[in-house]
């Protein structure tokens, strides 16, 4: 069988644009309401989308004012989801800084079963400012205790997702076993951050585990996301930076024995859509001319860790002089290198700048017709960049309905993408491997000889 391409659609606010909610095209449901993540889920499972994907941020910041921001919480967001589609997976980020692994892992065992195997958990370490203050701390904690923290936390939750074997739950009516003891077993988890003793008390779901999803791309989110990620949304502003992505990530994961096409990589892309490029750049101006300075400066200090840029002139030409060196930034260090590669390269003025993250926050933006679209799809695909697209529509649901009405048709036809449904679990759309138990054997395996 041959490769096929994999997406997801990434939903943000009214639009991966930062001034999507104030165009006419955009929805005017508010961001609160479960009606418009429904909807949303629907189109893109009619588009025959891998999966929907929902981000998160434990902290609101000051461009509240001028950008849309304080949308649902993801788990109870997805459960509710679950219910409005059939096949589409359903990924929710929550952090492993700022949870606890047996709440993590019952949220997420419950929203697998309530979707019949399509849940997948994106992992995150909480790089917001001011999310530390939510939660007990006067700090933002650092990068590299951060991750340390987070290996810990995949340990626990793993062994918690484990405890129970596939064949624990008996339902024995008449023989008035419920479950069978020998097959759920206690973790006691004892590391250096957390202690669990287990075991979890929701049974193994559909899918063993939910499929673990990451996008960090600094050194250390690399090593994370090669000993456990399955899936990695990544940011590149230009195909040879994700083709050594690519090579690299997959290469650490072979070091670590798992195969490579046990790990997925799918570049963001944002694409504003139009039936001529000319259009379509009409159509980006008018949204980067929405823009508020303020909102844009906002955002980039939060990239630098707090970083004050309000000092510069909007028409000043960057140069790398005027940002922090990357591998000093406690929060995002992977998309602060983006951002720093992109000034060498380019040398826009700040207020460029502002309008290139206003499109995408650093992902890949681009304005064209939808053979464009599909083109650059096709030659990331094919090129060794991406197996698929964490996709990013600038103005939802309107440029989302585009992608999939003229780019999905294109990809079908040059067959990259598949023109029906061939599995109703997340793990079946990504071509992963159900995960066994680190405890217990397979139940075939444990079952009586006949």
């Known amino acids: 069988m041959s490769r096929k391409l994999h997406l997801n659609l990434f939903v943000h606010g009214r639009g991966h644009h930062e001034t999507a909610w104030r165009h006419p095209a955009s929805t005017r449901r508010a961001l609160t309401d479960i009606d418009y993540y429904r909807e949303l889920a629907r189109t893109a499972e009619k588009g025959l989308f891998d999966s929907l994907f929902l981000a998160d941020a434990l902290a609101v910041g000051d461009e509240v004012s001028h950008a849309a921001k304080g949308g649902l919480e993801p788990i109870t967001t997805l459960a509710a989801v679950a219910g409005a589609t059939e096949r589409i997976g359903l990924i929710g980020t929550v952090s492993t800084t700022y949870t606890e692994p047996y709440n993590l892992a019952r949220q997420f065992a419950s929203l697998d079963h309530i979707s019949h195997g399509r849940a997948g958990w994106n992992i995150v370490t909480s790089w917001v400012p001011g999310a530390g203050p939510n939660f007990g701390y006067d700090h933002q904690i650092e990068h590299g205790e951060r991750y340390e923290r987070a290996y810990d936390f995949l340990d626990a939750v793993t062994k918690l997702w484990d405890s129970w074997a596939d064949d624990a739950v008996l339902d024995d009516r008449e023989g008035g076993r419920y479950a069978d003891t020998s097959?759920?077993?206690?973790?006691?988890?004892?590391?250096?951050?957390?202690?669990?003793?287990?075991?979890?008390n929701v049974p193994r779901s559909p899918q063993g585990r939910p499929v673990y999803v990451q996008a960090g791309s600094s050194t250390a989110g690399r090593r994370f996301a090669a000993q456990y990620a399955e899936a990695v949304f990544t940011a590149h502003l230009e195909k040879a930076t994700a083709v050594a992505f690519y090579a690299d990530l997959k290469g650490q994961a072979v070091g670590l024995g798992r195969r490579a096409d046990q790990i997925l990589v799918l570049p963001g892309i944002s694409a504003v859509i139009g039936s001529t490029e000319a259009e379509a750049k009409r159509l980006q101006r008018d949204l980067d001319e929405l823009s508020d300075p303020k909102v844009g400066l906002e955002r980039l200090s939060g990239r630098f860790g707090?970083?004050?840029?309000?000092?510069?002139?909007?028409?000043?030409?960057?140069?790398?002089?005027?940002?922090?060196?990357?591998?000093?930034?406690?929060?995002?260090?992977?998309?602060?290198?983006?951002?720093?590669?992109?000034?060498?390269?380019?040398?826009?003025?700040?207020?460029?700048?502002?309008?290139?993250?206003?499109?995408?926050?650093?992902h890949f933006a681009m304005a064209g017709t939808p053979e464009q679209v599909a083109d650059l799809i096709e030659d990331w695909f094919r090129s060794g960049a991406a197996d698929g697209f964490n996709v990013m529509p600038p103005i939802l649901p309107a440029l989302l309905e585009t992608f999939i009405d003229e780019v999905v048709p294109l990809l079908q036809k040059r067959g990259l993408f598949r023109t029906e449904y061939e599995a109703d679990t997340l793990r079946g759309h990504y071509g992963l491997e159900r995960p066994g138990s680190q405890f217990f054997d397979a139940p075939e395996a444990h079952a009586p000889a006949a």
């Open 183 to 200: 097959r759920v077993k206690k973790i006691n988890h004892a590391g250096p951050y957390h202690k669990v003793a287990g075991p979890l």
């Open 306 to 362: 707090g970083h004050d840029f309000s000092h510069l002139d909007l028409d000043k030409v960057l140069t790398l002089a005027d940002l922090p060196d990357p591998a000093t930034v406690q929060t995002a260090q992977s998309r602060a290198h983006v951002i720093a590669a992109l000034v060498e390269r380019e040398k826009p003025t700040l207020r460029q700048l502002l309008h290139s993250l206003a499109g995408a926050r650093g």
